[in-house]
């Protein structure tokens, strides 16, 4: 007992000494441990950088992006050439309306009758006219006329001269009384008179066939300007009538319609839009220190909003904006005034789209989309250099309004205008 209490006596007191030389031992490989964590991460942090610095130098320096861009499109604007009554509206909105088809009509009783006065005035014209064509014949017969007139008073006024001539050889040897040469005398006056008379009415005759003339000489009886001036007349009429049918300029949808039926419109009042969304474009608004490698042709990328990032568009820089939005706004910032702090200015930067992807995914306007343009090749130009000589929207929609007005025209010339009066004129 004494031996094993001695044993344990004395091994107790050996155990403290054992874990404090065995303490420092055990902390160093920790120490060592969380000094190898330490440098591993600062070395993949600094892995990360260099190859997030690598990335930026190969990768993103060569794409500027923004997500201020929108979808945009040609609003066009339905709007009456006339004043009218709407009597039928034939779209609403967001229906799909072809170029060409009727979207209002509106009541035509004022017009139609317009063109019933105008096709009553231009035959007036024409008869009008053939008068003054035969008018000519008439009075060409009534100057010849005059001057048979003025060759018998010159024949009558020489006949009464010899007659006061032969009286006066006569009255010194009292052959021929006073009386009888003074009525001799009377007869050469009498005379005088009378061819003075048929000479102005020669003068008169002349003139009024000269002036006569002056009004048809040159031209034929449907070129007179008298006629042509009732055509037109009888045009506008027409195309009155023809204008009381609203048709769509372009195939798109209905945008916004504000008409009513019955409601009284005005020429030029906005009655609803139509917007082609097979013609959209995207406006990209980047900052100006953005715009330094942007250039006309350049690829983009963009996304909507409405789709996602799984609907991607391919998109080409057709132009970059001549000013800022602050420059083109409604009320732009006078910094003349001293008030001035500087912000960053935005330019639009206009962005076209593939026809193809717009129909399998289709676009509206005023959506918000995110644009990333491609910068790495330099070559385009910064500004349009291509003069313009093509229309950039045609319509042919109006290019035979006034096909038929031309043909009742003629109609209503010819038979007005009897066929004597055209192998006169």
């Not at 048979?148 to 009255?171: F, I």
């Not at 005023?366 to 090749?377: F, I, K, N």
């Not at 035979?400 to 007005?405: E, F, I, L, R």
Request: hydrophobic share 45%; proline share 4%.
């Amino acid at each position: 007992m004494s031996d094993s209490s001695q044993a344990s006596t004395k091994t107790a007191p050996d155990a403290p000494e054992s874990e404090a030389t065995q303490g420092p031992a055990a902390k160093a490989p920790n120490g060592s441990r969380r000094k190898r964590l330490l440098l591993g991460l600062a070395a993949v942090i600094v892995l990360c950088g260099l190859a997030w610095g690598v990335y930026d130098q190969l990768v993103l320096a060569h794409f500027e992006e923004t997500d201020n861009a929108y979808a945009q499109g040609n609003v066009v604007q339905i709007t009456p050439q006339i004043s009218g009554t709407v009597t039928a509206i034939y779209a609403d909105e967001m229906d799909r309306v072809q170029a060409g088809a009727p979207l209002v009509q509106l009541d035509g009783a004022d017009a139609r009758i317009a063109l019933a006065q105008a096709e009553a005035a231009l035959g007036q014209a024409v008869r009008q006219v053939r008068t003054l064509y035969v008018n000519n014949a008439s009075l060409a017969a009534q100057v010849r006329l005059r001057e048979a007139d003025v060759g018998k008073a010159r024949t009558q006024l020489a006949s009464a001269e010899q007659d006061l001539a032969r009286r006066q050889g006569l009255a010194g040897g009292g052959a021929v009384s006073g009386e009888e040469l003074a009525h001799a005398k009377a007869q050469v006056a009498a005379a005088q008179s009378t061819l003075a008379a048929a000479q102005a009415a020669v003068s008169a005759a002349s003139e009024q066939r000269a002036s006569n003339e002056a009004l048809t000489d040159g031209t034929p009886v449907e070129q007179h300007p008298s006629v042509l001036a009732a055509a037109a007349k009888l045009r506008e009429a027409w195309l009155a009538v023809h204008r009381t049918a609203l048709p769509a300029p372009v195939s798109g949808y209905v945008g916004k319609r504000t008409v009513q039926l019955g409601q009284r419109v005005a020429a030029g009042a906005p009655l609803l839009t139509v917007v082609p969304l097979h013609e959209v474009w995207v406006d990209a608004n980047f900052k100006e220190n953005q715009l330094r490698r942007i250039r006309i042709g350049q690829p983009v990328r963009l996304t909507a909003d409405a789709y996602g990032g799984k609907v991607v568009y391919d998109g080409k820089v057709s132009g970059l904006g001549i000013a800022t939005g602050a420059a083109s706004a409604l009320l732009p910032a006078q910094n003349a005034t001293g008030n001035w702090i500087k912000v960053v200015q935005r330019v639009p930067v206009r962005i076209t789209l593939d026809p193809a992807q717009l129909k399998d995914h289709p676009l509206r306007v005023g959506l918000s989309m995110e644009a990333r343009v491609d910068v790495a090749d330099q070559s385009g130009p910064e500004l349009a250099g291509v003069v313009r000589h093509e229309p950039l929207a045609q319509t042919q929609v109006y290019a035979d309004t006034d096909a038929g007005a031309e043909q009742r025209v003629r109609q209503i010339i010819e038979r007005n205008l009897g066929h004597r009066m055209a192998k006169d004129s």
